[in-house]
T-cell receptor
Framework: GAGVSQTPSNKVTEKGKYVELRCDPISGHTALYWYRQSLGQGPEFLIYFQGTGAADDSGLPNDRFFAVRPEGSVSTLKIQRTERGDSAVYLC?????????????FGPGTRLTVL | GQQVMQIPQYQHVQEGEDFTTYCNSSTTLSNIQWYKQRPGGHPVFLIQLVKSGEVKKQKRLTFQFGEAKKNSSLHITATQTTDVGTYFCAGGGNKLVFGAGTILRVKS
């Protein structure tokens, strides 16, 4: 595709429910990143993948958060037992390869609201 | 952990005036990237600085990386309404550490 796509664009759920957020990176990009952005803040790193494996998941806030990328392309961020504090915009980004000097291309984000 | 701070938090300028945002890291950076996020949009990469003391220009935008590689600045000359948005600096390599951003508003 032309850019990074994310679905859904908006997700409203109730406290305690399970949600899945999907990211489709730019075709051919091997590195994929998830960030979370709260209002008035910069994006906060959650996890990144190089290929199918999670290379660094140190930003995941707790074990309710999990992400997969089984075929090295599409990734799903999974949040169990959602809490109101999980409400934020979840951003996905991709780059051609992982590395500190590579530009990251961001998707439009999924706005998650936990009631 | 690494922290990146940006000032000012917010700036409202008259069209045609200059604008500068400053970024400071708690640790030495290997590189720094700048992103722009329009209202309701997502971050878009502007530029990357790698070398100590590096200065890069993109039309009316000038980016600087400090000698100690712990600070950076973005200067916009003669702002236009199209410059409106939030400007973020980010360091840290793969796991980018973003500053809180500087919101720029331009009065026409």
């Amino acid at each position: 595709g032309a850019g990074v796509s994310q679905t859904p664009s908006n997700k409203v759920t109730e406290k305690g429910k399970y949600v899945e957020l999907r990211c489709d990176p730019i075709s051919g990009h091997t590195a994929l990143y998830w960030y979370r952005q709260s209002l008035g803040q910069g994006p906060e790193f959650l996890i990144y993948f190089q290929g199918t494996g999670a290379a660094d998941d140190s930003g995941l806030p707790n074990d309710r958060f999990f992400a997969v990328r089984p075929e090295g392309s599409v990734s799903t961020l999974k949040i169990q037992r959602t809490e109101r504090g999980d409400s934020a915009v979840y951003l996905c980004a991709s780059s051609s390869i992982a590395g500190p000097y590579n530009e990251q291309f961001f998707g439009p984000g999924t706005r998650l609201t936990v009631l | 952990g690494q922290q990146v701070m940006q000032i000012p938090q917010y700036q409202h300028v008259q069209e045609g005036e200059d604008f500068t945002t400053y970024c400071n890291s708690s640790t030495t950076l290997s590189n720094i990237q700048w992103y722009k996020q329009r209202p309701g949009g997502h971050p878009v990469f502007l530029i990357q600085l790698v070398k100590s003391g590096e200065v890069k220009k993109q039309k009316r935008l000038t980016f600087q990386f400090g000698e100690a590689k712990k600070n950076s600045s973005l200067h916009i000359t003669a702002t236009q309404t199209t410059d409106v948005g939030t400007y973020f600096c980010a360091g840290g390599g793969n796991k980018l550490v973003f500053g809180a951003g500087t919101i720029l508003r331009v009065k026409s």
